[in-house]
């Protein structure tokens, strides 16, 4: 077990937001694993270095390929989107670590914080996590919808500003309305919504909504969905949730 293997993430899009300590370990490694388009994001960094493209679901096939490689000695750097720890492919290295062989145990294995879609897309509408918050994915691919509403559920009661992750598919058109409809039941409807499409890349796209007004179609694959808690308002173009639980200065 003489290899290497480091789970980096590309940032939400625009270069810059790939932080150096990744960039550094992207060019130290001689294989890249990764679903193709995170692939796409990495520059070519090192003659000779060898590209395993595959699709999106199969995240444990990938976390073995990358294991096995550095098993063999490669040093492999696992691309994802974000940051690897967030909904991607970290935990999904570590799965495939816990169910396999046990001399995987043994190898260098690394994460690289990398920037999250949440921050990228709070950071284009102001400071909505200013306050404390939490972040749900809405995929019910690895969790029951039953999990997911009974966590929206407790998120609204515990006045958290909530970051949807994964709010819609094609596979899944209507999940982030009936995740609506959960917080409808428990927040007020002047509520801030907040859908943000590719933050953090030249096209990023924002709508300000409320509650009484979002529309699940207004989100997409690409789109973090921010609902405010309380307190979270609008001052200006800008939407923020002020630090202290009583609200703005005054
Ligand atoms: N590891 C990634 C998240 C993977 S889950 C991260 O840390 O950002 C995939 C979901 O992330 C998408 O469905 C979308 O909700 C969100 N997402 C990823 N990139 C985004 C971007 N640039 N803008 C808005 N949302 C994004």
Known sequence: MSGSLVVVGTGPGRPELMTPATLAALARASDLVGYGPYLERVPNLRPGQRRHASDNRVELDRARLALSLAAEGREVAVVSGGDP???AMAAAVFEAVEQGDPGWRTLDI???PGVT????AAAEVGAPLGGDFCAISL????KSWATIERRLGAAADGDFVI???NPASRA???QLGKALDVLRARKKPDTPVLFVRAAGTADAQVA???LATAKEGQADMRTLV???ASTTRRVGRWVYTPRSERGAPS
């Not at 879609?117 to 990228?120: C, D, E, K, N, V």
């Open 208 to 210: 300000v909504e409320t």
């Open 117 to 120: 879609a949440m921050l990228a």
């Open 139 to 142: 995929s019910d691919n690895l």
């Open 163 to 165: 970051a949807l992750y």
């Open 226 to 228: 921010i609902v405010g």
């Open 110 to 112: 690394r994460i690289e």
């Open 172 to 174: 899944r058109p209507h």
């Open 85 to 87: 720890g967030v909904f």
